[in-house]
């Protein structure tokens, strides 16, 4: 355990190190901006600097146990081998501490003397040859508790990156709709005085919303509830709520992947620039498209798959960057948030998304709607046992498909 525990400690301080390295880098650069008469740090900065003073206190509280629990073991290890050395000390001035020989030949000569009747050597004798029993855990199963470490390890996370970076919002009940203006008024110049202005009906249409659900459910017996500690209930509906933040965290790449339009293509081996322009080539296609369909673009996203992070995010390193397109990631990072933006575009990486992918999204051109139902228990007592589901309605409306553009790369 103190081993754990040191590597807990430096793996803790590094990253303490690395926070504050970012910190002072945002800071270098809010610094030696304008020709190194400075200015002040921008909202996004400030943002970045808040979260990372947030992980420092966070880090901090955990440093603080830590440390002491680390200097009172080395303590306890320390007072542990002074008492065994006093021991040893003390039974060696007593005479019956270990025996050694230097030779077969002293050994033999002090057998034939302990024979001859020398008490003393024959002591001697019998503190060489005795032989101790040792008794080990595995001689007595019995009486060894079985322990288990908590938390339960689990491999999925509740985290949905694309769901998120949208904004799921309320579904309603009823039958669902989303009202959309399929045809506008018209404005025109006027061709001369007093002619007739263009006039034009407004038609507004509707985009239906089909909701699908989402859920599971597993049969627990009484006993395993009543026998187990921590509860097992609780695990289940802790696992089946990670399996429906999963589940709909997939069905929002799937949907944005059919839906997507082409866009530019990266080479095969592209540098920061490319990927800065390909960024920039994407916006410009999602604000015509967007333009086009007479609706407002909104913020822009890049979400990517996890293979793609390896491709652009060592281009866009968090060391003091100076005229760059970007102030940086930190790979450890992206499970905490919104990461620092490319060009004024917010990158995001889902595990949704197919290898290879990466698409720009614009929020105004996609929806999303969820009515969490939660969990939901019954009991069963013909078999003592008690059912327990999570559920809840999901939907992705795609409302503009042009406001989705996929960036391709060449092989």
Same mark, same amino acid.
Do not use: C
């Given at each position: 355990?103190?081993?754990?525990?040191?590597?807990?400690?430096?793996?803790?301080?590094?990253?303490?190190?690395?926070?504050?390295?970012?910190?002072?880098?945002?800071?270098?650069?809010?610094?030696?901006?304008?020709?190194?008469?400075?200015?002040?740090?921008?909202?996004?900065?400030?943002?970045?600097?808040?979260?990372?003073? !947030?992980?420092?206190?966070?880090?901090?509280?955990?440093?603080?146990?830590?440390?002491?629990? *680390?200097?009172?073991?080395?303590?306890?290890? *320390?007072?542990?081998?002074?008492?065994?050395?006093?021991?040893?000390?003390?039974?060696?001035? !007593?005479?019956?501490?270990?025996?050694?020989?230097?030779?077969?030949?002293?050994?033999?000569?002090?057998?034939?003397?302990?024979?001859?009747?020398?008490?003393?050597?024959?002591?001697?004798?019998?503190?060489?040859?005795?032989?101790?029993?040792?008794?080990?855990?595995?001689?007595?199963?019995?009486?060894?508790?079985?322990?288990?470490?908590?938390?339960?390890?689990?491999?999925?996370?509740?985290?949905?990156?694309?769901?998120?970076?949208?904004?799921?919002?309320?579904?309603?009940?009823?039958?669902?709709?989303?009202?959309?203006?399929?045809?506008?008024?018209?404005?025109?110049?006027?061709?001369?005085?007093? !002619?007739?202005?263009?006039?034009?009906?407004?038609?507004?249409?509707?985009?239906?919303?089909?909701?699908?659900?989402?859920?599971?459910?597993?049969?627990?017996?009484?006993?395993?509830?009543?026998?187990?500690?921590?509860?097992?209930?609780?695990?289940?509906?802790?696992?089946?709520?990670?399996?429906?933040?999963?589940?709909?965290?997939?069905?929002?790449?799937?949907?944005?992947? /059919?839906?997507?339009?082409?866009?530019? /293509?990266?080479?095969?081996?592209?540098?920061?620039?490319?990927?800065?322009?390909?960024?920039?080539?994407?916006?410009?296609?999602?604000?015509?498209?967007?333009?086009?369909?007479?609706?407002?673009?909104?913020?822009?996203?890049? /979400?990517?798959?996890?293979?793609?992070?390896?491709?652009?995010?060592?281009?866009?390193?968090?060391?003091?960057?100076?005229?760059?397109?970007?102030?940086?990631?930190?790979?450890?990072?992206?499970?905490?948030?919104?990461?620092?933006?490319?060009?004024?575009?917010?990158?995001?990486?889902?595990?949704?998304?197919?290898?290879?992918?990466?698409?720009?999204?614009?929020?105004?051109?996609?929806?999303?709607?969820?009515?969490?139902?939660?969990?939901?228990?019954?009991?069963?007592?013909?078999?003592?046992?008690?059912?327990?589901?999570?559920?809840?309605?999901? !939907?992705?409306?795609?409302?503009?498909?042009?406001?989705?553009?996929?960036?391709?790369?060449?092989?």
């Amino acid at each position: 355990m103190p081993a754990q525990t040191d590597a807990m400690i430096a793996r803790l301080e590094s990253e303490l190190e690395e926070r504050n390295a970012f910190i002072e880098g945002l800071i270098a650069n809010a610094q030696q901006a304008d020709e190194n008469r400075g200015r002040d740090l921008n909202s996004q900065e400030m943002e970045l600097v808040a979260s990372a003073r !947030a992980r420092i206190g966070a880090l901090n509280e955990q440093l603080t146990p830590l440390r002491e629990t *680390s200097r009172i073991s080395i303590e306890s290890r *320390s007072r542990a081998r002074e008492i065994n050395s006093e021991i040893v000390g003390a039974r060696q001035r !007593a005479g019956v501490g270990p025996v050694e020989y230097r030779s077969a030949g002293a050994y033999i000569t002090d057998f034939v003397r302990a024979a001859l009747g020398n008490h003393d050597v024959a002591e001697r004798l019998e503190v060489f040859n005795r032989a101790a029993a040792h008794q080990t855990t595995g001689d007595n199963p019995g009486l060894l508790p079985e322990r288990l470490i908590t938390p339960i390890l689990s491999s999925l996370d509740f985290a949905r990156p694309l769901v998120g970076a949208l904004g799921p919002q309320q579904l309603p009940s009823g039958s669902w709709s989303r009202p959309r203006i399929t045809q506008h008024t018209q404005v025109g110049k006027q061709t001369q005085e007093k !002619a007739e202005l263009p006039s034009q009906k407004m038609v507004i249409g509707k985009i239906p919303i089909d909701a699908d659900t989402f859920g599971g459910y597993v049969n627990v017996s009484r006993q395993n509830i009543d026998w187990t500690q921590p509860q097992v209930v609780d695990i289940v509906i802790n696992d089946l709520t990670s399996e429906y933040a999963f589940e709909t965290e997939e069905e929002a790449g799937a949907v944005l992947s /059919a839906a997507a339009v082409a866009g530019p /293509a990266l080479p095969a081996t592209p540098t920061a620039q490319d990927i800065a322009n390909a960024l920039w080539a994407a916006a410009g296609l999602a604000f015509g498209n967007m333009w086009t369909a007479r609706t407002p673009v909104g913020r822009l996203i890049l /979400a990517v798959a996890p293979d793609m992070l390896g491709l652009i995010g060592p281009l866009f390193a968090p060391i003091n960057p100076q005229n760059s397109q970007s102030v940086g990631f930190n790979a450890g990072a992206f499970g905490e948030g919104a990461q620092p933006q490319v060009s004024g575009i917010t990158p995001i990486v889902s595990g949704a998304l197919a290898a290879g992918t990466a698409l720009m999204v614009s929020t105004n051109a996609v929806e999303v709607y969820e009515d969490r139902i939660g969990s939901l228990q019954v009991v069963e007592p013909s078999v003592l046992g008690t059912q327990v589901a999570y559920a809840g309605y999901f !939907a992705i409306p795609v409302l503009e498909p042009t406001g989705v553009i996929k960036i391709t790369k060449t092989p």
